[in-house]
């Protein structure tokens, strides 16, 4: 049986690991090089790492940074930020990323996700939506590290990147991100609901049970943590202990 | 040190399946060489895009003749891995009908969900449910957990079935014939299980 996926988060910015809540307020958490390793060494599921700052400073993906981690990864790792042509991703997986996630690109020019799924394939193409929920009902996705509104929704988003070739949705509730008060199981179960490509739930994870909630209310396929496995003594395998307890087909 | 020849056709993340070969005590060789795939212990296709444009790369770089060569005429181990086990099937049909390496009998088909909960691609790990006994496998428990990522499949004949994956109501995930081994799945991303098939191919070499 397929089993439930969980993932630690990496984001990185200015050389180093942090974590923020709401996208904001970053706290230094140490190096990527280090993180990578130990992940290696605890045998977790797979890894993601974003570089949050490229996309806001016109960068495009730190290759060296991802080729010194990847030598390191005997898991899969996504790998993401500042991704906007064919050309990054070919490079993110020569040296060594095995999924590129993109954001931003996805909405100023959704023809990328088909060119480089027929390039590579769907199976390493993720989209990285990220999403707030609006004052009155309803979801929006922003982009640019959560700092620009697009007015569009995230289902209708998440439909038409599956349309486009993406073969996951990488996908993050802004308002819950280190908050660790639970995933925003509302729209992840929207979503998951709609398209029929694995769904990664991401934000807000503060526990085993919310992780516990995310794939079965939330019905997504794999859930992504940060704070918890910076912040807490919990470990990526305690938290699939707990999803054993109860059923959830993982692996141990 | 056992030398082994990583076929660079343009497709992928070849430096993690080398980094994986080094780790495993290998010496590994990343080349578009015809040449270079002659002198090899060994052969790793790995892979990671459409069925016809890899045969079209390898077709451009002049492999498919040195690799058929080697491999059948020489009896030099071969492990294919994710695209590269599917391009070692006779037919695919991803991206258009296009032949294939033909290493083993067989036509590549896209994955058909058997419900309406299964996602397409296959992502994450799942078990390898093994068939009959293979070298690869020597020390590995069955059902043990490998990392999948893929829409496409493998169809061939029970004779050339190694293992099987319960997932669109099972599929074939490793294939053998002889000296010649496909494995759906990337065990230069399957962390200790995927070391330890690493090593058993690189012991046969």
Redesign the interface.
């Known amino acids: 049986?397929?089993?439930?996926?969980i993932i630690p988060t990496l984001l990185y910015k200015n050389f180093g690991l942090v974590k923020g809540v709401g996208f904001d307020s970053w706290r230094r958490t140490g190096s990527a090089l280090q993180a990578v390793m130990v992940y290696?060494l605890r045998?977790v599921?797979?890894l993601i790492f974003l570089d949050i700052t490229a996309t806001p400073e016109q960068r495009s993906p730190d290759f060296e940074i991802v080729?010194d981690l990847?030598?390191e990864?005997?898991?899969?790792?996504t790998v993401g930020g500042g991704v906007r042509s064919v050309e990054d991703v070919h490079r993110l997986?020569?040296?060594?990323?095995?999924?590129v996630a993109i954001n931003s690109a996805a909405v100023t020019r959704p023809e990328l996700i088909s060119e480089v799924a027929?390039?590579?394939?769907?199976?390493?193409v993720v989209v990285a939506l990220d999403f707030r929920k609006k004052a009155g009902n309803g979801y929006e996705v922003y982009t640019h590290c959560g700092s620009r509104p697009t007015g569009l929704e995230p289902v209708a988003f998440a439909k038409k990147m599956e349309e486009m070739g993406a073969?996951?949705i990488l996908l993050t509730s802004i308002d819950r991100d280190g908050t660790m008060t639970g995933y925003e199981l509302d729209c992840i179960r929207q979503v998951c609901d709609t398209v029929?490509?694995?769904v990664i739930a991401s934000g807000g994870a503060g526990n085993a049970r919310h992780v516990y909630e995310a794939v079965t209310a939330g019905n997504a396929?794999?859930a992504a943590a940060a704070s918890i496995f910076h912040f807490t003594e919990q470990t990526p395998l305690e938290i699939k202990q707990f999803l054993a307890d109860r059923e959830i087909p993982v692996?141990l | 040190m056992k030398e082994i020849a990583i076929i660079n056709y343009g497709m992928c993340n070849l430096d993690s399946v080398a980094r994986a070969v080094e780790k495993c005590g290998g010496e590994p060789l990343v080349t578009a060489e015809p040449e270079a795939v002659s002198g090899a212990d060994g052969i790793i296709l790995p892979g990671v895009g459409s069925f016809a444009d890899a045969m079209l790369n390898l077709t451009q770089r002049g492999l498919i003749a040195p690799l058929r060569e080697r491999v059948l005429g020489h009896d030099i181990p071969f492990l294919g891995i994710c695209l590269g086990m599917q391009l070692m099937a006779a037919i695919g049909h991803e991206g258009g009908r296009s032949a294939g390496l033909g290493l083993i009998p067989g036509e590549v088909e896209r994955l058909q969900p058997d419900t309406q909960a299964t996602r397409i691609p296959h992502v994450g790990w799942n078990q390898v449910e093994i068939r009959q006994a293979c070298p690869l496998f020597d020390g590995i428990a069955d059902q043990t957990d490998f990392y999948f990522v893929h829409s496409y499949h493998f169809r061939c004949d029970a004779a050339h079935r190694i293992a099987t994956t319960p997932y669109c109501g099972g599929f074939t995930s490793v294939v053998g014939r002889e000296h010649c081994f496909g494995v759906q799945f990337h065990p230069e991303k399957s962390l200790g299980a995927g070391q330890a098939l690493l090593r058993n191919f690189l012991a046969l070499c």
């Open positions: 049986m397929l089993k439930i996926r290696s045998e599921d797979e080729d990847a030598d990864c005997f898991m899969p790792l997986l020569m040296v060594g990323a095995d999924k027929k390039r590579f394939g769907s199976q390493c073969g996951e029929s490509i694995p396929s794999a692996r």
